[in-house]
């Protein structure tokens, strides 16, 4: 059997316990997490996958090999969680790896792929999310990386298809070996770069986590995304406290634009008027979830202000225009999109009509322009 491709026809969206809890997890965060999402308003406008990240294993496997939920912090095990989401018309996610432990040096798949999908299937799991830690490299002497994601990301993948539940795969392998050249044969979305901090750039570390950083690579992947598999530039901080607001929404909005996977990573249970606001914004998820499924195209960028366009299924275009850099800047986005003749932004609902535009230092500005 092969991977089903109509299962995740838009990016997903959800909440992910990582960006916000680490390894710090157990099932009343998750239950708590679940009847936040609901409560919010956030489940309703499409944030319906619960996915739980690494730390929820025992330090074991059990005597016949399988895997198996903390007890002390999972005493009710995954499958009732699954349940209590499903019953809440939430689904869930959970975490493994292709190595021999995950990246918190928790049991992982490898050697054990078919009896771990058979164990998330049993459980009613709905989507994983495969990590690249603690890889056996030497087990493939003279195969690339690249090739060794293949084989490993295809074992899973396989196992996954083969229990007849469909389950939405997550490559975690941090863009190593281009997964975005291949990874759309074997699951729905692939991280295209190193691990999101909750930071806008941080010039001595290079390209490592940082908002900019991330932005950088996973701009020019444009080609690669579509209905089915997707460009995952790594999950949300917006809420998180390292950025302002102003970069928040510039994080929202280029996720957005970019068709990247919505996964909250703030704690929904306490989110404030200014997160509900921006991860809130219909309009923008409208732009990502659009069923075009397009991710948008820097079609131009000078001096740290890029412009961005994503073509929409109704014959329209989305525009974002964004200001990297520290200072005050104005530029004409419409000489570079012709005939857009009014449009809307989709921050502040006002309706404009062309000419030049100003950016605060880190904005993002959204418009959607109707069909010629
Ligand atoms: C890796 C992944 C992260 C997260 C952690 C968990 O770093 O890239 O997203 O899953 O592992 O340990």
Redesign the pocket.
């Known amino acids: 059997m092969v991977m089903d491709s109509t299962l995740c026809p838009t990016p997903p969206m959800g909440f992910?316990t990582?960006?916000r809890f680490?390894?710090d997890i157990n099932e009343t965060l998750i239950s708590e997490t679940m009847d936040a999402l609901v409560a919010s308003g956030l489940a309703e406008l499409g944030y319906v996958y619960l996915n739980i990240?690494?730390?929820w294993m025992a330090p074991e496997r059990s005597a016949s090999g399988a895997l198996v939920p903390d007890p002390a912090r999972f005493p009710g095990g995954i499958r009732r969680l699954a349940d209590r989401a499903h019953g809440l018309g939430l689904k869930l996610g959970i975490?493994s790896?292709c190595g021999r432990k995950?990246?918190?040096g928790l049991p992982a798949s490898y050697g054990h792929e078919r009896q771990d999908a058979e164990t998330f299937a049993s459980w009613d799991i709905d989507y994983l999310?495969q990590?690249?830690?603690n890889v056996p490299f030497e087990d493939f002497p003279g195969q690339s990386e690249r090739q060794v994601a293949q084989i490993l990301y295809g074992r899973i993948s396989e196992a996954l298809a083969d229990t007849g539940r469909p389950i939405i795969l997550s490559l975690?392998n941090?863009g190593h070996g281009e997964p975005w050249e291949w990874a759309r044969e074997l699951g729905h979305l692939w991280?295209t770069t190193?691990?999101?901090v909750d930071a806008y750039h941080r010039p001595r570390s290079g390209w490592s986590g940082d908002l900019l950083g991330i932005f950088d690579v996973n701009v020019e992947l444009d080609a690669f995304a579509g209905p089915g598999g997707w460009n995952d530039p790594?999950?949300l901080e917006v809420g998180n406290g390292g950025m302002t607001d102003e970069e928040y929404r510039t994080h929202f909005a280029l996720w957005c634009l970019m068709a990247a996977p919505l996964l909250l990573g703030c704690d929904v249970r306490t989110l404030s008027a200014e997160t509900g606001a921006i991860v809130g914004n219909r309009d923008l998820i409208a732009l990502n979830q659009d069923p075009l499924g397009r991710q948008a195209q820097r079609v131009w960028h000078a001096a740290g202000v890029h412009l961005l366009v994503k073509p929409l299924a109704d014959g329209g275009r989305a525009v974002g225009l964004f200001n990297q850099t520290d200072a005050r800047t104005a530029a004409d986005p419409w000489a570079h999109v012709p005939g857009a003749g009014t449009v809307r932004d989709l921050w502040t609902g006002a309706t404009e009509s062309g000419g030049t535009v100003e950016l605060a230092p880190h904005q993002t500005r959204v418009w959607r322009v109707a069909p010629r």
């Open positions: 992910n990582w960006n680490g390894m990240d690494d730390g975490y790896d995950t990246c918190g999310k990590d690249w830690c975690c941090w991280r190193g691990d999101i790594d999950m």
